[in-house]
């Protein structure tokens, strides 16, 4: 097909028009900018004509795609790359995907620097730049931090973690900001600590979602698939090209994933995703498509894989069986329809009787594929009638006969439940189809893949929609005498979640997977300890579903996806050939007898999605290709993974299925770590949903917001397993924190760092944690700001270590605001400035301490705020890059604990340095108790025991900064001193620290007595005038008994409220005499 076809051009118009009709709604102005970009596309796109046979996979086409659509938060265009393409007739090539080119300055932080930091915090000035900057320089590759072998030497062990991949044509939500938010918490963290990280992106196919697009698009043309059979029976020409064959569908899909492939990559990239898109994988490349090839062979010569007929959930709408996770249930009104089961004559086939067993259902249109009734044994209302039959309503075989069912007995039925009576239908309920082999009943499927009755309703129902069906059946029905009565009743309604259609449960011949052996290896890997669920609850939910587990049901009536690699011999299909390619089919029918000229037919359907995402963490990496070979490929290095970062709602249908799959092929579990996040909801905890417009977009966030604050929203302040709330206000605030850490480098680098000579600036680059020796010669903030700053990093290492990130990331928030900005900060001003009484080497030191405390924080915050911390960093004094770093990136830096060594601490400087904050704020609250000018300076004697009083001597000028006190009035004496009696008998505010440590403030200084008490008096007056309006009130007999309880019990409170206040008036006037 040429690519500068017209009618190629129009079909892609035709995608973007569909596409955007069926989700306007849910993608607003996204699906506005991804319809600008179809149209813009070029018109010379590769053709895509050829496929492999065995799999709806081009068969020369490129590994990777140009990344084609912008980073929605972002000013500039995203990077291109350079494709690599491979024509390997069997796809069996496992390539890299090259750097991406360098479009912009590959020596950013230098840039940045020199810049100097600009205004207050504006996360869209730098993200997307910062982002390019680090993909170019390879920053996310496992060997960006050092070589292999240095990691080696170092017992460095890698640390893998394969991206649950979002379908290749989707939009950003929120369910794929929260898994980047946490594994890039955990990718950042464990690629600091010196381990190469790989955690490997890539997107699925996404069978139905894709097709159904397509679908939808065919329909603008007026145009339907069409199967040979179909297209060689059409009654016309006109009607034959109305039918598209597969082999042309499948060019149409194909060009669709072109156009609308790639926004979702770009999308995660925006949120600061560091994932090596250098292995970026789609779950149909050549090579992964080889993968599941192979892996259905292995598993069919092993007995795993069978053809078989069971119940399935079915989608009219879609034509193909669907998973459990692809239906949804929602509470309907629909109606319980009560109806006579007329019990047949014993003496004459098919002749009814007067007697009759009322039953109710709520599909009436399945009565033509009853096979029974059932009854509880113990309910004597039915005793009698067990083992005889009834007849069906309806069922015409012949002379005005019905055809009859029997009646059964089993302790499942509910007598409570309507009647007590259950209809049986095997062939179209999974409950009665188990009732139905337990009791050998005929299975009858009554209805057409598209939902219409078939045959076997008899000839006035054929054809009919199955709910077009129900009313005239249940219309011939009361004109027959069988109605008894219809009310309406709530039910669970199944639906496809794709579709929206009901789905069908139907009995169907499909392709199986066994299921029992390989649950029972997965269960024992957790119970083994080979595998650890985080949260360790999800343990119980993990053994009850495996030891309880069905059959998998892998096959899809689909086009778009890996053609289930079968063939069958001739045109039956009782004999087939299980292969990995035709030509492999061909050679095995050959040795089993065949003539040369056999004739192969593949199978049509294609694999369920979940089976080639199943493979995702060994395929990813180079299985099969790399099987046995050295220990420098992927597979040898990358397999098995680390740890399986997603969501708790697919644990069974995709994580459970990946361990299943990663044990049975490749003889060990595919990861160490299973760990579940929660859902994100809405700031009430209720679900998003469009209906009620509580969506919050991600990307709009971004936008508002940066990646950071809403990364740290979703990260912080919730424990593994547990769903989200996502309140806007909390992201506003984590946006304010991100401002307040901006604030704490501009002082440090604009005020602290200021004219300073280049070898101090030089030296004060942070190459490891401060030791023993130079922290025993600080003054006491230091050695405390130092020893919490590393109990803060051995308790953060200790959290995320542990899968504990949200408690890490907040630990962090705490120690950069409460501790560093509040006290930190101010006080090394005091060090700082000569008109505190700094200079020389305090202030020298002061630096040291400041530097090396922001640049630590900065590290430990990095996981979880990459943006921010990154582009501050670049302005702190550094240490040279090694020559082995990708690029002189915080991201590559140490992280501020690199082994198992323990960082100073001093717990009597902390507990000293506690007091000392007491002391300070007890002085602070005293002075806004009493009104003190916010400006005033005023007096204070101190009173402290030995040592205390020694350290709040040294510390003076920051007590006197910090409290706002007059250093001409300020003394410090020792408890039980003549000077602290002298203290506590004069006219002063005593305040108490703790024991044997006390301030008192004279109350002369804190207020003018006269003005206060004149203050005091008309408040005094203010309020028992309003105490006796509301006290009348409330004795007036018409109010209380004629107000609403409500509005009295309010108006109690008030009074009550008023004598409270009234109440801490009169004390202050009375201490003040």
């Not at 504006?122 to 960006?144: N, V």
């Not at 501790?819 to 000569?834: F, N, V």
């Not at 000293?912 to 002075?927: G, H, P, Y």
């Not at 007096?939 to 910090?962: F, H, Q, R």
């Amino acid at each position: 097909m040429p690519s500068n076809n017209t009618s190629t051009q129009r079909r892609r118009y035709a995608f973007a028009a569909a596409h955007i009709a069926s989700t306007m709604l849910a993608f607003n102005h996204h699906c506005q900018t991804a319809l600008a970009f179809t149209i813009r596309r070029s018109s010379s796109s590769a053709s895509p004509a050829a496929f492999l046979v065995n799999n709806s996979v081009r068969n020369t086409r490129p590994i990777t795609t140009t990344a084609t659509s912008r980073l929605f938060s972002s000013v500039t265009e995203p990077p291109k790359t350079t494709t690599t393409t491979t024509t390997a007739d069997d796809g069996s090539t496992y390539k890299l995907k090259p750097r991406p080119t360098p479009t912009h300055d590959s020596q950013y932080d230098l840039t940045n620097l020199s810049n100097g930091i600009q205004g207050s915090y504006d996360p869209t000035l730098f993200e997307s730049q910062l982002y390019q900057w680090w993909e170019q320089a390879g920053c996310f590759e496992p060997d960006s931090k050092q070589s292999a072998d240095t990691a080696s030497t170092n017992g460095k062990e890698p640390y893998v973690l394969p991206m649950p991949p979002p379908n290749v044509t989707g939009r950003l939500h929120m369910g794929h900001a929260i898994f980047v938010a946490l594994q890039d918490v955990l990718a950042r963290f464990h690629r600091m600590r010196g381990r190469p990280v790989l955690w490997t992106p890539g997107t699925d196919h996404a069978g139905i979602a894709t097709q159904l697009q397509v679908e939808k698009a065919l329909m603008v043309e007026g145009k339907r698939r069409g199967t040979e059979e179909e297209i060689a029976n059409a009654s016309s020409e006109e009607e034959r090209e109305k039918l598209v064959p597969r082999e042309e569908f499948l060019e149409r899909v194909w060009e669709y994933k072109e156009e609308q492939g790639g926004a979702i990559t770009s999308q995660l990239r925006s949120l600061g995703a560091s994932a090596d898109w250098t292995r970026e994988r789609f779950t149909m490349d050549p090579a992964l498509s080889v993968g599941v090839s192979e892996a259905f062979v292995r598993l069919h010569e092993k007995g795993l894989v069978y053809r078989g007929t069971y119940m399935v959930n079915w989608s009219p709408g879609l034509m193909t069986a669907v998973s459990d996770l692809e239906v949804e249930y929602s509470e309907e009104e629909g109606k319980l329809y009560y109806f006579k089961y007329v019990v047949e004559d014993e003496e004459e086939e098919g002749k009814a009787t007067e007697e009759f067993l009322a039953v109710a259902t709520t599909r009436p249109e399945t009565i033509f594929g009853d096979t029974a009734v059932c009854v509880n044994p113990e309910d004597e209302r039915y005793g009698h009638l067990i083992g005889k039959r009834v007849l069906v309503p309806m069922s015409d075989i012949g002379d005005g006969k019905a055809r009859s069912i029997p009646i059964i007995a089993d302790e499942y039925v509910d007598m409570e439940f309507g009647t007590g009576a259950l209809k049986i239908t095997p062939g179209h309920d999974p409950n009665d189809y188990e009732l139905g082999k337990k009791y050998d009943l005929e299975i009858m499927n009554v209805m057409n893949k598209d939902a219409t009755m078939n045959e076997k309703c008899g000839e006035p129902y054929v054809g009919l929609d199955r709910f077009e069906a129900r009313e005239k059946l249940w219309s011939d029905m009361e004109e027959a005498g069988l109605v008894i009565k219809a009310e309406p009743h709530m039910q669970r309604v199944p639906r496809s979640q794709r579709g929206g259609e009901i789905i069908e449960p139907l009995v169907s011949k499909q392709w199986f997977v066994k299921t029992e052996g390989m649950g029972a290896k997965a269960l024992a890997a957790v119970k083994d300890g080979d595998i650890t669920i985080v949260p360790s609850r999800f343990e119980k939910v993990w053994y009850g579903w495996l030891t309880d587990i069905r059959d998998w049901c892998i096959s899809r009536q689909l086009w778009w996806g890996h053609r289930i690699p079968v063939w069958y011999v001739d045109e039956t299909e009782e004999e087939y050939i299980v292969a990995r390619n035709a030509e492999e089919a061909k050679e095995k029918a050959i040795e089993a007898g065949h003539s040369a000229d056999i004739v192969l037919r593949q199978e049509d359907d294609v694999l369920d999605t979940w089976f080639s995402s199943g493979l995702w963490p060994f395929a990813t990496v180079g299985w099969p290709q790399d099987e046995g070979k050295d220990a420098s490929t992927d597979l040898a290095r990358f397999y098995p993974g680390t740890c399986l970062e997603t969501g708790y709602d697919i644990l069974f249908f995709w994580v459970a299925r990946m361990v299943m799959l990663g044990i049975e092929l490749t003889d060990v579990s595919p990861f160490k770590v299973i760990y579940l996040h929660g859902l994100v909801r809405a700031a009430d905890g209720t679900k998003m949903s469009k209906t009620k417009g509580n969506v919050v977009d991600p990307l709009d966030t971004v936008s508002e917001y940066g990646a950071d604050s809403l990364r740290y929203s979703l990260v912080t302040g919730v424990t593994p397993g547990q769903d989200i709330p996502l309140n806007m206000d909390k992201i506003a605030a984590n946006k304010a924190f991100a401002n307040k850490l901006w604030n704490c480098c501009k002082f440090v680098t604009g005020n602290a760092l200021k004219d300073i000579d280049e070898e101090e600036l030089k030296s004060l680059g942070v190459s490891g944690p401060i030791g023993k020796e130079e922290f025993d010669t600080l003054a006491l903030p230091e050695r405390y700001i130092i020893s919490k700053c590393h109990e803060l990093v051995e308790s953060v290492t200790e959290d995320i270590e542990k899968y504990q990130l949200g408690a890490a990331g907040s630990k962090i928030y705490e120690f950069l605001w409460d501790q560093y900005a509040d006290w930190y900060i101010e006080i090394s001003k005091t060090r700082l400035y000569e008109g505190f009484g700094g200079g020389g080497e305090e202030a020298k030191t002061a630096r040291r301490v400041l530097v090396y405390i922001l640049d630590t924080s900065m590290r430990l915050l990095h996981p979880y705020m990459p943006y921010v911390t990154e582009q501050l960093w670049h302005h702190l004094p550094r240490v040279p890059k090694t020559e082995e770093m990708a690029a002189h990136s915080l991201m590559l830096a140490d992280w501020p604990r690199m082994d198992d060594t323990r960082l100073v601490q001093d717990k009597d400087a902390i507990a000293s340095f506690e007091v000392f904050q007491a002391l300070t704020r007890i002085i602070r609250n005293a002075r806004s108790e009493y009104n003190v000018e916010q400006g005033k300076k005023i007096a204070a004697t101190i009173v402290a025991p030995g040592e205390l009083k020694d350290m709040i001597e040294t510390e003076i000028n920051s007590l006197i900064m910090l409290a706002k006190l007059d250093p001409d009035q300020v003394s410090v004496v020792e408890a039980g001193s003549d000077e602290a009696k002298a203290a506590a008998a004069g006219d002063s505010a005593q305040l108490v620290v703790q024991e044997g440590v006390e301030a008192y403030l004279p109350m002369a200084g804190l207020v003018d007595i006269e003005k206060e008490k004149q203050r005091l008096k008309k408040q005094s007056a203010k309020l028992g005038k309003e105490i006796e309006k509301l006290a009348g009130r409330l004795q007036s007999k018409g109010f209380v008994d004629k107000a609403p309880p409500a509005v009295v019990d309010k108006a109690k409170a008030e009074l009550a409220e008023l004598e409270d206040q009234a109440s801490k008036v009169d004390a202050s006037l009375k201490a003040l005499g």
